[in-house]
């Protein structure tokens, strides 16, 4: 008697358990079935896709060193700008040396002209970083005026120091391309907004 009643209680179990797989099994291929009907386009009302950035790549020169002759280096020199490191003061968030320091730095936070260029510098020497800056400077000219420069806060640096955000800094106050420059917000200090000369066209195009 007690054999029959086990036998009955084993029974009633097994045909729970396949009952119980047998619903998890539909439930399963109900949702498989939901996810697979979900149309793309709907779920993705209200969704605003992310603006692509004109990003600026400084190029890596492969090419073997050669020797170059004493006029080229001249020329190279000329062309180029270059800020030491000597200097240890904190160069101030915003800076404008046009006589319209205020409606600049105001404008350039406020996004009025269009950023055509932007560069990060993280990962980069101060020397690497001096190239790298020039070539961008010449990039947006030949595209607007305003671009968008990435140094970072320095928080990663030996002993907290932001060197590479005062050099880059120091070299925009003193550079004769750059009209101002102001950071976007008093929160955000890892980047700056830099405003240039308008290319003279009739010039450049001679």
């Excluded at 050669?66 to 800076?95: I, W």
């Excluded at 055509?116 to 101060?126: P, T």
């Excluded at 010449?138 to 932001?162: F, M, N, T």
Aim: with cysteine; proline share 5%; aromatic share 8%.
């Amino acid at each position: 008697m007690k054999t029959d009643l086990e036998n009955q209680l084993k029974a009633l179990s097994r045909a729970a358990k396949a009952e119980r797989l047998a619903t998890e099994a539909k439930q399963q291929a109900q949702r498989k079935a939901q996810i697979e009907d979900v149309n793309f386009s709907q779920a993705m009302t209200g969704v605003t896709p992310l603006k692509s950035r004109n990003q600026f790549h400084h190029p890596q020169d492969t090419s073997p060193i050669k020797v170059r002759s004493q006029n080229e280096v001249d020329l190279d020199a000329a062309d180029y700008f270059y800020v030491g490191d000597t200097e240890h003061q904190e160069p101030p968030p915003v800076f404008s040396k046009n006589g319209r320091g205020t409606d600049d730095i105001r404008r350039l936070q406020a996004k009025h002209w269009p950023v055509v260029g932007y560069v990060d510098l993280h990962g980069y020497r101060q020397d690497e970083a001096q190239e790298v800056l020039n070539e961008f400077l010449a990039y947006v000219q030949k595209r607007g005026v305003c671009g968008e420069i990435v140094h970072g806060s320095g928080l990663g640096s030996k002993d907290y120091a932001p060197v590479l955000k005062h050099t880059v800094r120091r070299w925009l106050m003193a550079h004769p391309q750059v009209l101002a420059y102001a950071q976007p917000n008093e929160r955000n200090d890892g980047a700056v907004y830099v405003l240039l000369k308008q290319r003279r066209r009739d010039h450049d195009e001679s």
